[in-house]
């Protein structure tokens, strides 16, 4: 009688108030995961644009000049060297023929094929957990963490293979849930993508073993022979490898490429790899990618276990990823050298389950607008996290990103343009002065030689290499063949006769450019080169750690 006094006052639910209660929640939530969509998607997008800012680092540079000699029909290692594997060269190449030489062309492919997370991740989760929308959570923080590694570390082999990676996996899972031709088809199909990561960098394509292993047992537990998932995740790869390698075969590299991975490689990697250093570098890799880079995946991570799983498979594809993330962070602990950009097909890769925890946590926050704002609130201060990346010319991610907007928009100068890509001895001010001087100096159709580890001049330039030789590590390395690529070297300098060559100063780093002498100590090793500079050349231009010399009138 009190309970119904109550009610009548107002003071009670009654049956009618519930379920007016229950509507009502059901529709707050309806419009906070609405709100944190859109919210989303329009940060995912900005990002987007602000990758499409981002310009040349040494490595980029490399790139660029290997996939010119592409586009011009030739081929990498033999007209152009590099040591890299060669789709990241392919993808260069590609940018070069769709958008122009530039790396604005690149920056576009690389947002176009960051953009491809977005169906990627929505589909998984909408097979995993039967929701899509955690996926999109998902592309963001892979999005987000990219483009904290700032411009140097992206755009490199393991941006691209990483998401070959995750469009592997898509295809792995999917296998699972079709039968017949497709179960065949989605197989060969993650097969080929591992291969393709694997011509990025081999390690990253080695989660092909955790995807046809995964394929063997659900065979064997149905009660069928677990051979054939093998032999069809294994002609997928053969059939990606088996193209690469007619190509370059086609195009007279074999040798060359060859040369390059079974005998250049080996002695470079010589300069930092120590067996006995390798337990203390594979937990440095561990901590590294986990709590090194982005707060948003470490949180998310830890969501996803204490959490419930929304759905049966959660946990089971969650481990699959995890084996593929340790494959890869096996790579990075071998190769002893840490650098960010060696972590981001990881980083991509664990966006997945981290989105998923992170989404776990925003459902049981979002049944209040107190809740709606404790989770925002935190999420603003996960993102404010500076991740273990140099900070280039002393500003943080932020700031660097305003002023990155403001370049974009036309509001921003060219000492601003300097400032966001200068790091280390790489002086982005000092290399666009010397690329106008010459330029303006030398016959568009002239050669250019660059004695130093700055081969991005060649493109800013717009002066074709004069040797294959594009940069000089080869020549400072001491390996197997070095005297034989001074003599070629020199060789090409004397048949092509540059119009300038330049030489590098302070242009040392450490287990990378071979010894611990800079380009233009390296010349008192290299007399011959030496001479041939004097002799043929006189100096025409100095800035910063570099110096032009132009070629002198013949009588």
Known sequence: MLDLLAMLEGRLPGPHSSREH?????????????????????????GLVLLLGYGYGRDQGIYAVVARAIAGGGAPYLDAWDFKPPAIFGVYAAAHAL????????????????????????????????????GLLAAAIA????????????AQPESFGGVAVVWALFLAVRAEDVAGAAR?????????????????????????????????????????????????????????????????????????????????????????????????????????????????????LLLLVVLPPLASRER???????????????????????YPYHFAASLTLLALPAGWGLWKGWLRARHSPLGVVAALTAAILLAWKTPA?????????????????????????????????????????????????????TPPDSALYVWGF??????????????????????????EHRDRVRRELLADLRREKPAAIVVLQRDVREGVTGNDRDSRAELEAFPELG??????????WTGEDLTILLRRPTE
């Open 22 to 46: 229950a509507v009502g929640e059901e529709r707050f939530e309806r419009s906070a995961d609405r709100g944190l969509l859109l919210g989303v998607a329009v940060l995912l997008l900005a």
């Open 99 to 134: 958008f122009g030489p530039g790396i604005e062309a690149v920056r576009g492919v690389e947002a176009l094929v960051y953009l491809s997370l977005v169906p990627a991740f929505m589909l998984l989760s909408d097979r995993v957990l039967g929701d899509s929308r955690p």
């Open 143 to 154: 999005l987000f963490a990219q483009l904290q590694l700032e411009y140097w570390d992206t």
């Open 184 to 300: 065949g088809r989605a197989r060969l199909g993650a097969g080929a993508l591992y291969a393709v990561a694997g011509l990025f960098k081999p390690h990253l394509g080695a989660g092909i073993l955790v995807s046809a292993a995964l394929a063997a047992r659900g065979a064997r537990r149905s009660g069928a022979a677990a051979w054939p998932p093998l032999l069809v995740y294994a002609a997928g790869a053969a059939l990606v490898i088996a193209v690469a390698a007619a190509w370059l075969a086609a195009a007279g590299a074999w040798s060359a490429t060859l040369e390059t991975f079974l005998v250049f490689l080996p002695s470079y990697h010589s300069l930092r790899f120590e067996l006995l250093a390798l337990p203390v570098d594979t937990l440095r890799t561990l901590r590294d990618a986990l709590l090194g880079f982005t707060a948003f995946v470490p949180v998310g």
């Open 316 to 338: 089971g594809v969650a481990l699959h990823v995890a084996g593929v993330v340790l494959f890869q962070l096996a790579g990075v602990a071998s190769q002893a050298r840490f």
């Open 389 to 441: 990346v140099p900070a280039y010319g002393g500003l943080g991610f932020w700031e660097r990103a305003r002023l990155r907007g403001a370049l974009l928009a036309g509001g921003a100068d060219a000492g601003v343009e300097n400032l966001l890509h200068t790091a280390g001895d790489v002086h982005y001010g000092a290399n666009r002065g010397a690329a106008n001087w010459i330029a303006t100096r």
């Open 454 to 479: 700055e081969p991005m001049l060649y493109a800013m330039a717009d002066r074709r290499p004069a040797s294959r030789w594009i940069y000089n590590v080869p020549q400072r390395l001491a390996w």
């Open 531 to 540: 001479q041939l500079l004097d002799e043929a050349y006189a100096p025409g």
